[in-house]
């Protein structure tokens, strides 16, 4: 059984998009994309630095186009579909939730909002590598943070002010053996981005929904969802909410998922699932090379 899984924020860096672009009708696809959300995504992807990328309201569409781009040239059909914070949105349109260019404009609105909110305080994000959640989580909280993603694969991702990310890195908890910064420019899934939630509640309504054709899994619990709506409204709440990756390892496992290809910018998540995941097939989109291999792996274990 295949599972297909989008990354998210912190995946982009400078010039990745640039060989997919050589792929037949890529170019035209991401001028198309461009074009109906007011975003040069050629650009960003092939020539803006890492600052430019950081942006939020550029890495998302960013991140989803790549993985909608990767996703077609792949041309597999999944048993089940996940995605890492904005990469949801990605693993929607696969899921036959929305289309491609509403998952664009869709993504577009939440980026910008996201960067508005994350805007009025200077907040940041810091994965913790090591250590025992019952430990960490606690530890967290006393120092005003949230344990924003729980990603299994023993990393847990802090958000808060600038502030209280500094006193994290003074003060690590117990058995944390570093605590990284990650090129991102907001706490996401936390309190911080509820203005955001508003802005995308109020822009869904325009949206033409289906429930999806194969298994979603929502990174909210870890819980497929079986409704358009439903995935549509988690969506939304998710902006603010922390990201239980560890939860959709968990259900991969229990639905005897046997591989997993992590789509372009891959190899965050594929990191993650062969730590959480012993005996699991993994492969991560890069560069188109790596498409053949992929395609080996799915004919072995697409089904189910």
Known sequence: ??????????????????????????????????????LDLAHYGTRADADEIRDTAVAQPLLVAAG??????????????????????TAAALAGVIDDEAALRFVRTRGLGMAEAAAVTETGMA?????????????????????????????????????????LEADKPEGVRRVVALKVAGAFHT?????????????????TVSDPTVRYVSNADGHTVATGTEVIARLVGQVANPVRWDLCME???????????????GGTLTGLAKRAL?????????TPDDLDTARALISEHAGA
């Open 1 to 38: 059984m295949l599972v297909l899984v989008a990354p998210g924020q912190g995946a982009q860096t400078p010039g990745f998009l640039t060989p997919w672009l050589d792929l037949p009708g890529a170019a035209d696809r991401i001028a198309a994309w461009s074009d109906a959300i007011g």
């Open 68 to 89: 909608l781009l990767s996703a077609a040239a792949l041309d597999a059909s999944p048993s089940v579909v996940a995605g890492h914070s904005v990469g949801e949105i």
């Open 127 to 167: 994965a913790l590598l090591g250590g025992d959640p019952d430990v960490t989580i606690p530890h967290l909280e006393k120092l005003g943070l949230t344990a924003a993603n729980v990603n299994g694969g023993g990393q847990i991702v802090a958000a808060g002010t600038a502030a209280q990310i500094a006193a």
């Open 191 to 207: 309190h911080h981005m509820a203005p955001a939630v508003e802005k995308l509640r109020a822009a869904v309504g325009d949206l």
């Open 251 to 265: 259900t991969f496992q229990s639905l005897g998922v046997t591989a997993l290809v992590e789509l372009s910018p």
């Open 278 to 286: 012993p005996g699991v097939k993994t492969l991560a989109l890069k």
